[in-house]
Structure formats: structure tokens, C-alpha cells
């Protein structure tokens, strides 16, 4: 009976952990200005434009 007891406390331990996680990365998303989103997209599709048709893909 104890290792059903161990086995949920990991499990719920594993769900909080993926909670900070989440919480972790949605504040860093977040953080940006408008304008900085703006600016990495311009970036990126200039990126894609001037490296042609296979630009991005791994070899």
C-alpha cells in the first residue's frame, strides 16, 4: 500500500513541477513589448526571404 502512496506523491509532484514550468515560460512570453514582437518577426521573415527556398530546413 505505501508504494501507491509514493507513487501519487511523485505524480503530483511531476504536475506541479510542469505547473511551474508553464508559469515560468508564459511570464518570459510576456515580458516582450508589442513592439520587440514586431521587430523578431520583420527579422525572421527577412531571415526566410533572403535564404531562398530552403531556407530553414535541416539538412
Known amino acids: 500500500?505505501?508504494?501507491w502512496k509514493v507513487?501519487?506523491?511523485a505524480?503530483?509532484?511531476?504536475?506541479a513541477a510542469?505547473?511551474?514550468v508553464i508559469v515560468r515560460a508564459e511570464r518570459k512570453r510576456r515580458s516582450y513589448t508589442p513592439d520587440q514582437i514586431r521587430d523578431r518577426l520583420h527579422?525572421?521573415?527577412?531571415?526566410l526571404e533572403s535564404g531562398g527556398d530552403?531556407?530553414?530546413r535541416k539538412p
Not at 527579422?43 to 531571415?47: G, I, K, L, P, T
Open 1 to 3: 500500500m505505501r508504494w
Open 7 to 9: 507513487l501519487g506523491l
Open 11 to 15: 505524480g503530483a509532484a511531476g504536475v
Open 18 to 20: 510542469t505547473g511551474v
Open 43 to 47: 527579422e525572421r521573415v527577412a531571415e
Open 54 to 56: 530552403d531556407a530553414g
